[in-house]
């Protein structure tokens, strides 16, 4: 073990900075759950406190809702979007390169440039959309300001943005599958969308799976957008939109910290998120052993 | 695998430099230090200061002091926060707080000095005696300084009032809007003339207001939360008004800029506010007057300038700051950014008593400068601004989803009681 001590060493610097910048903060933040903490004062246990306030607090519910609501909206037309698009792809002769890459940039866009983008776009009175609309004679649609509206527009922004990422892994999954399989199937006389759902998407199992849980985590984290969408200032201290629609778990959590000093409920929210998560993972485990057994 | 000694020395500069990293991070010290530092640093953020002045104070004190200044943008409070409880020497020895965010440092009073003891008390008459007093604790310790503030007035379209048979001229139209019945129903006017117009942009500023209005907001001095009592409903029911009366424009997004030089007859706002109105609808210049807000002034936003308990030179660094907020450099911080200054000794110089030719050439310093003065004092607690955001996001939830006003006051409420019982008010 100590004669390796020059890997180790090699190897260290990512730990240290790990043990710096996430192990510490992580348990940190444990701590300060249990804890009210206005950021530069005295820190003063509470106790348990800080979840009894959570469990009984209306709006930490209508963020966990809202968070599912938006995750389901963006996740489920990204990964048939992608399996679809890869599909074509794959079998596109011609400018494939191009291709790629012009699914690809959506991806590496500054998030916040996408967001005031989408917010010019869906603007309720002054929008891109309800100004086509209008010339078809549509009355304006409050983009903006419904409820539901307001997650559909963010979850197609998570759409946009992740879609050609997604894309870009079951390219890379098809591209695995032997053209035998293929040829075969072509000779017992399935049609291409037959051939699509009982060859292509069993053998991409795997891959779907590990693009769900990727999903997962990044449905759940979403922040920047309502965060850029439904920005606050002196004069408008609204977050997360008209009805606070667009209040996502994390950006609950950065009101709670951020803007309202209250530290020690901000931490008591990223936890309970996080024991929200355990669970969504448990459940997508579960999903994943059945299928193995089967 | 085998280490080559190249590997191996890159290796080892490598964790040197992280390991370096982390215990600068950790490094606490550099408060202790000697107080006649000749290097001070300044925190502020954009439109905060005026450039110009801040420039002319680092060759005015030069010979003496090597200003360095930095515009920090972002999240200020936060990114203030977070040095100031990471302490050392990166610190700064002056920085600005925003006039929202002023509340919340007070608890924490210990990590600034006591401008009183700097010479704060010989001129603090200058200045609004309502502001100064909201950057100060209970027992008298004057943490900030004031730069500017935020009397509100009614912004108003002088040529869509013309056309609808209203009076035009500010002293009138302040007479005909003296209290928020008079002015809704003003709007009601308005819009009976000119269909498809709005007389506010949303029900949450008009709230925003009239609780600045008044002397008490939502927790009282004793720390006791008060946002439940009478003075918080009635403000709550004037707000839902141009809502039922349908003058009420919905805008809680960020279309207010496309918004404003259209359908909007009136707009309530703060002196800066002006500029936001101009640099979103330049082609309305000289359709725009200002008169006295209804039921009185209030204040929104206007920020200080503090020093940390680490500051490396006070007295030097208290020498600049009245430098730069002394009346005939506020005066020029107007001219200059529009920065409304906090001492009344400005308002009657020749910079800021000039015609704005975006009013059509009304000298809005007369409806800025008596509304300035008159600004109720009120105790703003540490949690302020915490309670009042469910009041904010009820009033946008009536908007858009159109949840009854009544429902929508009882959730407030009691949200509201429950961030003040997290934040430690009775």
Known sequence: MLSYWRQYLAISPFYLIFIAFSFFPVFYSLYLAFQRYDGLGTKQFVGLQQFEFLWNDPVFWLSIRNTLVIWVLSTVPTLFGALVLATLLHSVRRFKGFYRIALYVPNVTSIVAVAIFFGAVFSNNFGLVNAILGTVGISPVPWLSNPWLIKLVIGLLMTWMWTGYNMIIYLAGLQAIPQSVYEAAKMDGAGPVRTFFQITIPIMRPIILFTVIVSTINGLQSFSEPQVLFASNAANANLGGPGQAGLTTLLYFYQSSFLDNDYGYGAAIVWAFFVLIIVLVVINWRIVQRGSKS | ?426
């Open chain 2, 1 to 426: 695998m085998d280490l080559s000694r190249r590997g191996f020395l890159q290796a080892a500069v490598l964790t040197a430099a992280a390991s370096g990293l982390t215990v600068a991070c950790g490094d606490d010290s550099g408060s202790g230090g000697t107080k006649n530092g000749k290097n001070l640093t300044m925190w502020y953020w954009g439109g905060a200061l005026s450039d110009k002045v801040v420039a002319e104070a680092k060759t005015h004190f030069s010979s003496k002091i090597k200003l360095t200044s930095a515009s920090i943008g972002g999240d200020f409070k936060q990114k203030l926060t977070t040095t100031l409880a990471a302490g050392g020497s990166s610190v700064p020895d002056i920085t600005g707080i925003k006039g929202e965010d002023i509340a919340s440092f007070l608890p924490n009073a210990d990590r600034f000095l006591d401008l009183n003891d700097l010479g704060f008390k010989k001129i603090s008459s200058q200045y609004l005696e309502w502001k100064t007093k909201l950057a100060q604790t209970k027992d008298g310790k004057q943490i900030g300084f004031p730069i500017d503030i935020g009397p509100t007035a009614l912004f108003y379209r002088a040529d869509l009032f013309d056309k609808a048979g209203l009076p035009t001229d500010p002293a009138k139209v302040a007479a005909e809007a003296k209290t928020w019945d008079d002015y809704f129903a003003l709007g009601s006017e308005l819009k009976k003339a000119l269909a498809g117009t709005f007389l506010v942009n949303n029900i949450s500023s008009v709230f925003n207001i009239v609780v600045g209005q008044g002397t008490k907001r939502f927790i009282d001095e004793n720390n006791h939360f008060i946002g439940d009592q009478d003075h918080i409903r009635a403000a709550w029911t004037t707000a839902i008004r141009p809502y039922t009366l349908g003058l009420d424009a919905k805008i809680n997004d960020n279309t207010w800029n496309a918004a404003i030089g259209k359908n909007l007859t009136t707009e309530l706002g703060a002196a800066w506010h002006a500029l936001d109105i101009e640099s979103a609808a330049p082609g309305t210049k000289g359709k725009w007057r200002v008169c006295a807000t209804p039921g009185g002034p209030a204040n929104q936003g206007g920020s200080y300038l503090a020093l940390p308990k680490q500051c490396r030179n006070p007295e030097e660094a208290f020498k600049i700051i009245s430098w730069i907020l002394s009346p005939d450099n506020n005066a020029k911080s107007f001219t200059d950014a529009a920065i409304f200054p906090a001492s009344p000794a400005s308002y009657a110089m020749d910079a800021m008593t000039g015609p704005d030719a975006f009013f059509g050439g009304q000298k809005i310093i007369e409806v800025f400068g008596p509304a300035a003065e008159a600004i109720p004092v009120s105790y703003e607690a540490p949690a302020d601004s915490a309670v009042m955001a469910p009041f904010m996001a009820e009033l946008s939830s009536i908007e858009a989803k159109g949840k009854k006003p009544d429902d929508a006051w009882k959730d407030a409420v009691s949200q509201a009681k429950q961030i003040a019982r997290r934040q430690g008010v009775s």
